[in-house]
């Protein structure tokens, strides 16, 4: 079982920046792939950044150059780092875990673990 906390969201103006934090319990944090999803309101949740165990990082289009991705394994906490925010960036952002990093690369729409969310708003 992993359990995750989402912490870091805010009200920010558009341009600025925005430290998401995800902390994790369990045993499989270090061998699980994780993933940042969000959901913005009346769309579905998508996968924005994800990255394995063996630090593969991948990331939707819309935000490469924008979103880094990071874990730290001794901390059981991964992270995403998002600059030069757009208002379309407002969502709900979720962390995720699975134990398969096919899934997570992928941006499965049924990870094995979700988080509470933590919400961003950008203002314009």
């Known amino acids: 079982q992993v359990q995750l906390v989402e912490s870091g969201g805010g009200l920010v103006e558009a341009g600025g920046s925005l430290r998401l934090s995800c902390a994790a319990s369990?045993?499989?944090?270090?061998?699980?792939?994780m993933a940042w999803y969000r959901q913005a309101p009346g769309k579905q949740r998508e996968s924005v950044a994800a990255i394995t165990s063996g630090l593969r990082m991948k990331y939707a289009d819309s935000v490469k150059g924008r979103f880094t991705i990071a874990r730290d394994n001794a901390k059981n906490t991964v992270y995403l780092q998002i600059d030069s925010l757009k208002p379309e960036d407002t969502a709900v952002y979720y962390c995720?875990?699975?134990?398969?990093?096919?899934?997570?690369?992928?941006?499965?729409?049924?990870?094995?673990?979700w988080g509470q969310g933590t919400q961003v708003t950008v203002s314009s």
């Open positions: 995720a875990s699975d134990p398969s990093e096919w899934k997570i690369l992928v941006g499965t729409p049924n990870p094995s673990y």
């Open positions: 369990g045993r499989d944090f270090s061998t699980n792939a």
